[in-house]
C-alpha cells in the first residue's frame, strides 16, 4: 500500500521551533518532488514548501522563507520541514504529499499533523 | 501572486448535476487539478490535468478548462460526494503551488 505519515507535530511557543517528519512506504520517494501543505482548522489549503528529487532545488510561500527549511532523504525514504520562529498563523494541520512532475496533482497525500502555536 | 477563486458553497439535489467553478487569470493555459477533502481527512485527488480522471474515481465526475474559469462537474450527485473541493495549479511566474479557496458541496 502506498501510504506517508506525518509525525512530530505538537503545541509550541510563539518563537519556538519543530520539526515534521513525513515517512513513506509501499514506494520509493526519490522519483517525486515532495511538498508540504497545511490547513488552518476550518479553512482552505496552502502550499507550504517543495524540493526536487535529489534535494538540489528548495521553493518555499514568501511567509515561510527563511523560517522553515525543507529536506530529504530519500534512503530512509523521508522528508523533513524544521520550523523555527514559529507565529501564531502557523497554526494548522501540515500535510506532506509527492508530485510526480511540476504541473502535476498532489498524490499521494499522508494524514497530517497538527501543529499549534500558542502561548 | 495568482490567485484562484471559487465559490464558497454549491447545495444540490441528490441525483441531479453540481458544477463548481474555479476563476483564474487565464487559468485556460494552465492545467487544473481538483481534490475532494471529507471532513477530518486529507484530499484526494478526483481529476487531474483539467480533465482526466484518476484510477477509482467515477465516470460522474468530469471537467473543463478554458479561458478564466475551470470547471469540475459531478453528475447525478450522491450523498457520499458531499465534501469540500478545492482546485489546484502550478504557477509558473512564481514556481509556487495555488490552491482555489475551496467549496463546500452540500447535498440537499
Known amino acids: 500500500e502506498v501510504k506517508l505519515v506525518e509525525s512530530g507535530g505538537g503545541l509550541v511557543q510563539p518563537g519556538g521551533s519543530l520539526r515534521l517528519s513525513c515517512a513513506a512506504s509501499g514506494f520509493t520517494l526519490s522519483p517525486y518532488w515532495m511538498t508540504w501543505v497545511r490547513q488552518i482548522p476550518g479553512k482552505g489549503l496552502e502550499w507550504v514548501a517543495k524540493?526536487?528529487?535529489?534535494?538540489?532545488?528548495?521553493y518555499y510561500l514568501d511567509s515561510v522563507r527563511g523560517r522553515f527549511t525543507i529536506s530529504r532523504d530519500n534512503a530512509k525514504k523521508s522528508m523533513y520541514l524544521d520550523m523555527n520562529s514559529l507565529r501564531v498563523e502557523d497554526t494548522g494541520v501540515y500535510y506532506c504529499?509527492?508530485?510526480?512532475?511540476?504541473?502535476?496533482?498532489?498524490?499521494?497525500w499522508g494524514q497530517g499533523t497538527l501543529v499549534t502555536v500558542s502561548s | 501572486s495568482y490567485v484562484l477563486t471559487q465559490p464558497p458553497s454549491v447545495s444540490v439535489a441528490p441525483g441531479k448535476t453540481a458544477r463548481i467553478t474555479c476563476g483564474g487569470n487565464?487559468?485556460?493555459?494552465?492545467?487544473v487539478h481538483w481534490y475532494q477533502q471529507k471532513a477530518g481527512q486529507a484530499p484526494v485527488v478526483v481529476l487531474h490535468y483539467d480533465t482526466d480522471r484518476p484510477s477509482g474515481i467515477p465516470e460522474r465526475f468530469s471537467g473543463s478548462n478554458s479561458g478564466n474559469t475551470a470547471t469540475l462537474t459531478i453528475s447525478r450527485v450522491e450523498a457520499g460526494d458531499e465534501a469540500d473541493y478545492y482546485c489546484?495549479?502550478?504557477?509558473?511566474?512564481?514556481?509556487?503551488?495555488?490552491f482555489g479557496t475551496g467549496t463546500k458541496v452540500t447535498v440537499l
Open positions: 489546484q495549479v502550478w504557477d509558473t511566474g512564481s514556481d509556487h503551488y495555488v
Open positions: 487565464n487559468i485556460g493555459t494552465k492545467s
Open positions: 524540493i526536487k528529487r535529489d534535494g538540489s532545488e528548495k
Open positions: 504529499a509527492g508530485v510526480e512532475s511540476m504541473a502535476a496533482a498532489f498524490d499521494p
